[in-house]
């Protein structure tokens, strides 16, 4: 993948010239304050890592480069792939030459199956899709090549190696999950003429389905393909692979973080909350009845799912694109409806409510993705986070990439006791 390798070449002389400029204008400069609710708190708002890939505005939502979310959301994966490594788009003939490489790297290990097939049949699908990437750990070229022993500066091109062989791999490993979880457990061959989403949507094998499905796919994997570096699970797979521990590791780790409820399982939730609403009144649901659940649900002291957001202060504009797409494909289905009757009347209510507190009343990307994916015949909410992670192994890939290439360090933060914090609040005679 020669051009792919070039311009990540070309972008990391780039970023490690910025490195080098920043650094000379004063590498003990202090960037921000570490508040002791930061350091109880999750560190949450800590500046503290650098992340070259993408970056969320309050304001403007998720960027990757210089791009908006309205800027990339009608690109192909594989674009957004090499958008996350080079911080640019690729010419008009990549996808064919990145089809023509992918295809030589597909290919699930049957050991591979033969692991996921012996699993408990109730076993989470995030599970195994975590399980499936470790178990082909043994295929890594950074590993081998590293016990052979290559220089620092070679490590991000054998960890390319791993991404694409990994990334060659998931649609087929994906869809096969679905396959041996929900269906008769018969694999679906992979197409060497569709492009990456078109593959996993084929595979999946969902009754009904057609080209708008496999668009659905294809919108879903680059919209949650990268969202800073201080996410859980793009976290700890930088954390996981900043010990040179390989890809494989990384991204099974970067996944398990994923697979908790207060991270990817967020659009299953948000569609469980318009299955209520329809279970309660039915289709002939309206803004007034979608209004009084919503205002009993928040009385009960609940959340309203979906909606909500650590760092925007706008609607997602990723909400926006899967509501665009649903007013293309999806404006008759009653679950789309109703998540646009939510979005219609919850933000006006969540301003006021409770003396207006909640400090984002606007939908994010999960307020509409489940609904739309349901609506295509994916009943099986479980395996919703799988979507997620294999669009985000996108940006797992593309965060270590470019890490290994700049030579950033293990990542070791340093922690103190209980103690220590009174004892310093003491010495320097802080009272807040």
Not at 26 to 36: F, R
Not at 70 to 78: A, L
Not at 335 to 356: R, S
Not at 403 to 426: C, D, F, M
Request: one cysteine or more; a neutral charge; charged letters at 20%.
């Amino acid at each position: 993948m020669s051009i792919l390798k070039e311009e990540i070449r070309l972008n990391l002389n780039n970023l490690q010239n910025e490195i080098d400029s920043i650094f000379a204008q004063g590498k003990s400069a202090v960037l921000s304050e570490v508040t002791v609710g930061q350091v109880y708190g999750g560190m949450r708002g800590l500046t503290a890592l650098v992340c070259n890939t993408s970056y969320v505005d309050p304001y403007s939502g998720l960027h990757i480069g210089e791009y908006t979310t309205e800027d990339f959301s009608s690109r192909y994966p594989e674009e957004i792939f090499f958008l996350l490594c080079t911080g640019k788009f690729p010419e008009s003939d990549f996808l064919d030459e990145f089809r023509i490489e992918l295809n030589k790297r597909t290919g699930v290990p049957e050991y591979t199956w033969d692991v996921l097939r012996a699993l408990p049949k109730d076993t989470h699908p995030m599970t195994m899709l975590s399980l499936g990437i470790l178990s082909m750990e043994n295929e890594s070229i950074f590993k081998r090549e590293y016990q052979k022993g290559i220089a620092k500066t070679e490590y991000w091109k054998y960890t390319l190696e791993d991404a694409l062989n990994v990334l060659a791999k998931l649609p087929e490993l994906a869809a096969g999950i679905y396959r041996i979880r929900f269906g008769d457990g018969e694999l679906i061959p992979h197409n060497p003429n569709l492009d990456w989403a078109g593959n996993l949507a084929n595979m999946l094998g969902i009754s009904g389905t057609d080209e708008k499905f496999a668009k659905l796919i294809r919108l879903y994997l680059v919209l949650h393909c990268d969202h800073e570096g201080g996410n859980v699970s793009a976290f700890t797979s930088r954390v996981v692979n900043s010990a040179l521990s390989d890809l494989y590791y990384a991204i099974s780790a970067g996944l398990n973080g994923l697979a908790g409820p207060l991270h990817g399982l967020a659009n299953q939730e948000c569609l469980k909350f318009i299955l209520k609403i329809h279970e309660r009144y039915g289709v002939a649901v309206t803004l007034d009845n979608v209004k009084n659940f919503v205002l009993k649900t928040l009385d009960s002291g609940k959340v309203i799912p979906g909606y909500g957001h650590a760092v925007l202060r706008v609607t997602d504009p990723r909400f926006t694109a899967f509501m665009k797409f649903g007013d293309e494909y999806c404006q008759e289905n009653y679950c789309f409806k109703i998540a646009k009757m939510l979005f219609a009347v919850t933000p006006n209510i969540l301003k006021t409510y409770n003396g207006g507190k909640v400090a984002n009343p606007w939908p994010n990307v999960d307020a509409a993705s489940g609904s739309l994916l349901l609506k295509f015949g994916m009943d099986q909410f479980d395996y919703y986070t799988v979507l997620f992670g294999v669009s985000r192994i996108l940006g797992f890939c593309a965060q270590n990439i470019l890490a290994q290439g700049l030579g950033q360090p293990i990542i070791r933060p340093k922690s103190v006791t209980n103690k220590w914090v009174v004892e310093h609040l003491k010495n320097n005679k802080i009272n807040a």
